[in-house]
């Protein structure tokens, strides 16, 4: 097994670099236009939206000093640590880990992506009718709106993040900062929500394993700046009062399961994407054999869904109003002949390369029903596989993806937990790099 996991981990990482490299070269290289005429001016290349820019920074030596001690300590401190202390330490490093990379480009790392006319929180300072913001949500998605159309994120996604944003103003944390250290310090929780999730499966060790390569995730550098990395925390959180469900049972889990609802209804209200994580809460529930979660966190993200509906904003009548807005826009001057693998390049960069050779190992060990850690990660990676192919297939984002794939990522990186012992320092060496290069030497604008 060992033998056959390097195998497939070889092939996996050298498939991701190969990836990687064409969707840089290629359009250089064939003069293929990617990007939209509105964008080549700024330098932008694919496959991230962002352009070439060295630069050092207050973050970079904490975040140099971090990944050396990771190299020696991570793996050790996963296996060994009391669970509750390990997530402790993991929450510290992650945060360490999140603030640093983002300091690499001084306090402004932390607020200029949010604080950009285009993203939630300029929106969210103008709402003080919360009520009529949900009425009159649908109508000014479109670009010729008569009322005026909503800034591209307000109007690409449902109005659950921008109230997450309007309640940050309402409590004092609006100011472009202060908003950017909050979804930070949110964003910090995500591999505990994972790794907990994985352990009320059943795979304590297989979540030790992961441990090191959830908190020191190579989108770590999109995390910490975008309102994505809430999603991402929102499902993570979801699918693991999800797992607490199944381990408590009918009689003591139904509170986890109603919890699981409010939280994956208001998953649906954040992206008309994240529908797509029914595919992981079904893995999720034949993992737990909780299927009797099922109806009671349905019937309370349907109620989620309901009252935004009743409010005014119904997802339904939204979504193809968003998809005549999207193909109006600059959309249609991406070509899907790049961006369909593009996009999965762009994937591999925010989630480091060593995922592709997670996933090799993910493929050796799927065979392997007698191992229940890796029968678990086996089936929540397969869930993440579908999750993405279905995304990509769907040609609603075309390009600008890093950030769209944070609620994916940490699921895909379960497969490095299948890893050989071999693998584990090197290939957490190359996920350091990784974050550390992509940050030093480009211009994200997420």
């Known amino acids: 097994m060992n033998s056959s996991a390097h195998r497939a981990a070889v092939v996996g990482l050298v498939v991701t670099a190969a990836l990687v490299v064409a969707a840089v070269l290629v359009p250089p290289l064939f003069d293929w236009q990617v990007w939209p005429r509105v964008h080549l001016d700024d330098g932008t290349f694919a496959p991230l939206h962002g352009y070439p820019q060295v630069k050092l920074g207050i973050g970079t030596l904490p975040a140099v000093l971090l990944a050396f001690a990771a190299l020696r300590w991570a793996d050790p401190l996963a296996r060994r640590l009391p669970w509750r202390r390990l997530l402790l330490v993991a929450y510290a490093a992650g945060l360490v880990w999140l603030l640093a990379l983002a300091l690499v480009d001084g306090p402004d790392g932390l607020s200029r992506v949010l604080g950009n006319p285009t993203e939630y929180l300029e929106t969210a300072r103008s709402v003080d009718d919360v009520p009529g913001l949900l009425q009159e949500y649908v109508s000014r998605i479109p670009y010729d709106a008569p009322a005026g159309n909503w800034p591209v994120h307000i109007a690409g996604h449902p109005p659950g993040m921008v109230l997450f944003f309007v309640l940050l103003v309402k409590v004092g944390l609006g100011g472009d900062l202060a908003a950017g250290v909050v979804v930070t310090v949110i964003a910090a929780t995500l591999p505990l929500a994972v790794m907990t999730t994985v352990r009320a499966l059943g795979a304590e060790d297989a979540a030790r394993a992961a441990a090191p390569y959830l908190v020191l995730s190579p989108s770590a550098v999109f995390l910490a700046v975008s309102a994505d990395a809430v999603m991402a925390v929102a499902v993570a959180w979801g699918m ?176 490095c937990a299948l890893l050989p012992d071999r693998w584990r320092r090197p290939g957490l060496a190359l996920q350091l790099v990784t974050a550390l290069l992509v940050q030093h030497l480009l211009y994200t604008s997420w």
């Open 240 to 415: 693991c009062c999800l797992a607490l469900a199944c381990r408590a049972g009918a009689g003591r889990g139904w509170p986890w399961a109603v919890l699981t609802g409010l939280l994956l209804g208001y998953v649906v209200m954040m992206s008309y994407g994240l529908p797509l994580t029914g595919v992981l809460a079904l893995a999720v529930l034949w993992l737990g054999r909780g299927w009797w979660v099922l109806p009671v966190a349905a019937a309370s993200a349907l109620a989620v869904v309901l009252t935004f509906a009743a409010g005014g904003f119904a997802w339904w009548d939204a979504y193809p109003v968003l998809v005549e807005r999207y193909w109006d826009g600059i959309a249609h001057q991406r070509p899907g002949a790049y961006w369909t693998w593009g996009n999965l390049a762009a994937l591999a960069i925010s989630a480091g390369p060593l995922v592709g050779a997670g996933l090799g190992a993910t493929w050796a060990a799927r065979r392997d029903r007698a191992d229940r850690a890796d029968r678990v990660i086996v089936v929540l990676v397969a869930a993440a596989i579908v999750m993405v192919a279905l995304a990509d297939a769907s040609q609603m984002s075309r390009a600008e993806v890093e950030r769209i794939w944070l609620p994916f990522i940490p699921w895909l990186t379960l497969g």
